[in-house]
């Protein structure tokens, strides 16, 4: 079974540029996140979809991340424009459905904002 | 709401010596519990969660934690290290609707031959 695929994999840019991040879930996973990895630190929920709904994005930061999941599938992460503080690794992430169920990771998109 | 506390950041071990690494919770619903590994430039693995029912949890590469409501702990353990688990650990908890996970800040296992 594929897991969790992200592009790209690692991406330098300047601040105030934009970036593109792109996730596809496992197969039939109804539930897609986003989490944001500083270094040093646990992984911090972004967004939450089930199917092409967001759940929670209370942890967005609105007025520089987007994200969406247009026909429930693969997803994409935006930051427009970036700031030093967003590099990080960001860490796509999907699960059958609610209730403890196992939470696949992809490998991550490393971000490096300078 | 829902928080976790990793205690040490970073954790020395020698080659064949226990491995123990403490996780406590905070959870105003019965929890799910997840121990996650990543290796250099990696995702997180899945090492073993706790969901309901017995409390002693066996995760994969030996690893194996206990789930213990009155001390709001999920410590992970494993008797014997290999060079092999010089990782970063996470615990994870969720619980309620939406299923999604609250890390702690992690534990970074050395191991030394």
Redesign the interface.
């Known amino acids: 079974e594929a897991g969790v695929a992200q592009s790209p994999r690692y991406k330098i840019i300047e601040k105030r540029q934009s970036v593109a991040f792109w996730c596809n879930p496992i197969s039939g996973h109804a539930t897609l996140y986003w989490y944001q990895q500083i270094l040093g630190q646990g992984p911090k929920l972004l967004i939450q979809f089930q199917n092409n709904g967001v759940v929670d994005d209370s942890q967005l930061p609105k007025d520089r991340f987007s994200a969406e999941r247009l026909k429930g599938v693969d997803s994409t992460l935006k930051i427009q424009p970036a700031k030093l503080e967003d590099s990080a690794v960001y860490l796509c992430a999907s699960s059958p459905s609610v209730g403890g169920n196992t939470i696949y990771f992809g490998e991550g998109s490393w971000l490096t904002v300078v | 709401a829902q928080s ?1 506390t990793q205690l040490g ?1 970073h954790v020395s071990v020698s080659e064949g010596a226990l491995v123990l690494l403490r996780c406590n919770y905070s959870s105003s619903v019965p929890p ?1 519990l ?1 121990w ?1 590994v990543q290796y250099p ?6 090492l073993l ?1 706790y ?2 029912g017995a409390t002693l949890v066996k995760g994969i590469n030996g690893f194996e934690a206990e789930f213990k409501k009155s001390e709001t702990s999920f410590h992970l353990t494993k008797p014997s290290a290999h060079m092999s688990d010089a990782a970063e650990y ?1 615990c ?1 908890v ?2 309620g ?10 534990t970074r296992v050395l191991v030394k031959p």
């Open positions: 976790v950041s799910y997840f996650y430039n990696q995702g997180l693995q899945l969660k969901t309901t996470f994870a969720s619980g609707a939406g299923n999604k996970l609250t890390f702690g800040g992690g």
